[in-house]
């Protein structure tokens, strides 16, 4: 009975460890369980068919070290089409942060200088600098710099803004709005005129910025948007969904979520070509998620000094309340945490804490929610940090 005693006694240690690891197991499955629940009643109750203004889908990721997660609500085109967590979606401003990366990368590379003066790039009759921003009478188009573009410090005033945009795109349904045609219509709105302060004296939000921007990686990078794009960040992150609409044929087998201007259905009643630069491009929040982890861990540039230039301008505290915006990436502080993404028109956002290694993306593909969109973002960051 000793021997039987004493080859026993040294495995009792080993099997309360195998109950511990067990039961901890067991925990975590039914934390992520509850966890995984609570986050899809979330996207449930953001969905609102019915309203004036209707949300006919959600779709919502996040990634924590506590969980990585993705759900999806209501119907994709509005009818019968059952919404998924890959469904594509139309990004809007979100667009700004890759188009930011692409001038920042051309940086590096020497093509320019954030303090070069756009007149070394766009001195010519769709840009007209001379003409371009006026402001109490004078011309200041010349002083223009790539990093004023970058931070929305130009004093540019935004055409979209104009009440006659809308109706419009509304009675042009079908025109592709390429930068010829948009700057175009800048001037015809006398939107030249309309500038809020000379450059780099304030903060005015414009698309007309990244609009000029888009023009310049064209100018100095040799190839098209999309093809900058598509070469510098798509295919370098395997996002194989990814593409600027209107520009080039759709990537990826995920088929597009509808999104809406109230009833107006921006997928099959108008084309939106007129993001273009601003926010024209086409994703899934699994590679949104991708590209904003990749950028903030400082994958996407060859210096690091770089990355911090990028996101230290959001130091100087423009943007207002609800963030700050840096060269092309809003800052945000969120329950406490200190995230950095950007959001779009579409009421879809992407934030990503570095510090916590915790991210969300979201989208409600309606322009007009009323404040949703904030909840739900709040309520997403609460639920994963």
Known sequence: MKQIKYIIIPFIPLLLAFIVM???????QNDVQELSEKLQALVNGMIDAESED?????????????????????????KKEAMT???KIKIASIGKTFTATVVLQLMEEGYLNLDDTIDAFLNNQIVKVDNLHIYNGIAYGRQITVEQLLSQTTGIADYMEDPRFIPDVIEHPKTI????????????YQTNQKTTFRPGE??????????LLAMIIEQVGGSTLQEQYKTRIFDRLGMENSYLEYYEEPRGDQPL???YFSTLDLVDDISTSFD???????????????????LLDGKLFSKKATLKQMLSAADKGRGGNDYAYGLGIMKRTILGHIFYGHGGAYDCDVFYCPKENSSVCLSLNQMNTHGKR?????????LIM
């Open 177 to 188: 709005w390429n930068p010829v045609r948009i700057l175009e219509k800048y001037y015809e």
């Open 276 to 294: 273009w630069g601003g926010g024209g491009i086409v994703s899934t929040c699994e590679e949104l998620n991708t590209f904003f982890r990749a």
């Open 22 to 28: 067990d039961c901890r197991s067991s925990e975590k």
């Open 374 to 382: 904030e909840k739900f973002l709040q309520e997403a960051v609460n």
């Open 257 to 259: 979520s509808h999104a």
């Open 54 to 78: 209707p949300i006919h889908n959600a779709v919502l990721l996040v990634e924590s070290p506590r969980i990585k997660w993705k759900g999806a609500a209501g119907m994709a085109d509005g």
């Open 202 to 211: 304030g903060y005015n939000y414009s698309d007309v910025n990244y609009v």
């Open 85 to 87: 967590p890959d469904h």
